[in-house]
């Protein structure tokens, strides 16, 4: 068969009595989902019967009994077979002969984290199966694009500042991502559309969206308010030295553009091609935070930073007050 498909195509591709699926990758919450997909459908159409092996665990004689004997419960059987990855040679190379004859009343999902297709056995079974890729999210715009189709599914909707407000405040992880966005559902209730303000609401107490109102606090300069959220992280377990990193991280970005601007790089050029590590919904935002500092005031900033660093790794001082020194000084300059 050798079908690829992605994991949208896979939530809307028919599921039928007899294919195999073979899904390779790290991210266990597209593995899970497409999973248990095929096996509510299989469940609801043929009430197959359901086995779960584990490649670490599976042997020869136990993996050739379930792969060639038939249901004694059902007339359709669905074997997931998970880390696969892990399968001995002899295991393995059952399970490649299988691929030769499989069973019509029988459907396989093989779930691996890695497959070498230079091995013969791994290319007979690519071969025969649907592969899908079940990646972890490397850009903001593979969380968009989950997120919009959930919302879609969901019957929701979603405000343009809203849906960046959410990318730019959660991790690129797909799982988090969905805890966020059942609270988020929660939170509003019966209501059909999602305002930014629902967003920073619900996600405003997570870790990056914490992140993200202090980056916007130092951008504006705001002693005060960036103060009560230096205290709130220290309050929730942030030690003081992941504080100040995010200190380091920001001005570090804000001398890179301040450099750009130095030297008439446009704006445009500027987010385009200077600002990959950032989301693309915080690039503008960055731009601006950096018209509140000069080249000027950042190295009076990095020699608080630097001494503080120094004071951190060496001084007996509690580090919560040598942060909060620093931040002080640091919006002063």
Known sequence: MGVSLSTSQAMCHPIKSGDVYLLVGTDYYWADRISDRIKDRLHKQEQAELIVLYGEEVRSAQLNDYLDSISLFSSAKLILLKNAEQMRKAELDILASYMG??????????????????????????????????????????????????????????????IEEFISRIELDYSTANNELQKLLLLIGGRKSITENDVIQSLGTTRVGA?????????????????????????????????????????????????????????????????????????????DFSNAYNLKSIRSIFEVLLETDHLLKSSNTDNSLLLIRCLTEILSA
């Not at 919302?151 to 809203?162: D, E, I, P, R, Y």
């Not at 553009?257 to 050029?269: N, P, Q, Y």
């Not at 091609?273 to 693309?280: E, G």
């Open 211 to 287: 992140l993200i109102d202090f980056s916007r606090a130092l951008g504006k300069r705001d002693l005060r308010q960036s103060l009560i959220l230096a205290y709130k992280m220290l309050d929730s377990d942030w030690e003081p030295l992941q504080v100040f990193f995010q200190l380091q991280k920001f001005y570090t970005l804000i001398w890179r553009i301040a450099l750009l601007k130095d030297k008439h790089i446009s704006a445009s050029e500027i987010m385009s091609s200077h600002l990959a590590d950032l989301y693309p919904s915080q690039k503008k935002e960055y731009l």
């Open 101 to 162: 004859n499989p069973l019509e009343e029988q459907t396989l999902v093989i779930s691996a984290e890695k497959i070498d297709a230079r091995i013969g056995a791994w290319k007979k079974i690519r071969e025969a199966a649907i592969q899908i890729a079940v990646d972890k999210p490397k850009f903001a715009g593979s969380i968009r694009e989950w997120l919009e189709g959930e919302l879609k599914a969901l019957q929701k909707t979603m405000s343009a500042k809203a």
